[in-house]
């Protein structure tokens, strides 16, 4: 990979198709959140000054992002809240399969002054959406429709 992690805007014409990485599958779940915020406003000036907590659980690890990424939108749909900085722990449910993601949030309210409006983000889709480890990290694409 690239950098232990990060993300980067891959090639698709209308919206934004997004891949992620990181050394842990936490770790691209948290770059994946930057991303998403980075289309949307200057990641770079938003201070990490109030936390918020997720909860999301899903039958997949698919299911697993785009619940996290959609619940970050919707906080940002709601409340105006941007964040820059992630923490992340991801478990399995149980025998039954699924995964649970408790994750934390920092961030500050959307002024566009400061931030900048860039992109806006109608919503996080399945289309393309991939999660893939491996034994050197993990990487997530997905797809935002603009």
């Not at 992002?65 to 964040?83: I, P, Q, T």
């Not at 449910?93 to 649970?100: H, I, K, M, N, S």
């Not at 959307?110 to 480890?133: Q, S």
């Amino acid at each position: 990979m690239e950098r232990d992690r990060g993300f980067k805007q891959l090639e698709h014409s209308g919206d934004a198709y997004m891949e992620a990485w990181g050394p842990t599958l936490e770790g691209a779940f948290e770059s994946a959140a930057l991303a998403l915020f980075d289309v949307m406003a200057d990641t770079a000036s938003i201070r990490p000054i109030a936390e918020d907590r997720f909860e999301v659980e899903g039958d997949d690890l698919e299911e697993l992002l785009y619940g996290w990424l959609e619940a970050l939108l919707v906080k940002f749909d709601s409340d105006r809240m941007l964040y820059s900085k992630f923490e992340v722990r991801i478990s399995p449910l149980g025998p039954d399969g699924g995964y649970r993601l408790r994750g934390r949030a920092f961030g500050e309210e959307y002024d566009p002054a400061r931030h900048g409006p860039k992109m806006e983000v109608k919503a996080v889709t399945y289309h393309r959406m991939e999660v893939i480890r491996s034994p050197g990290g993990a990487k997530v694409r997905f797809l935002l429709d603009l």
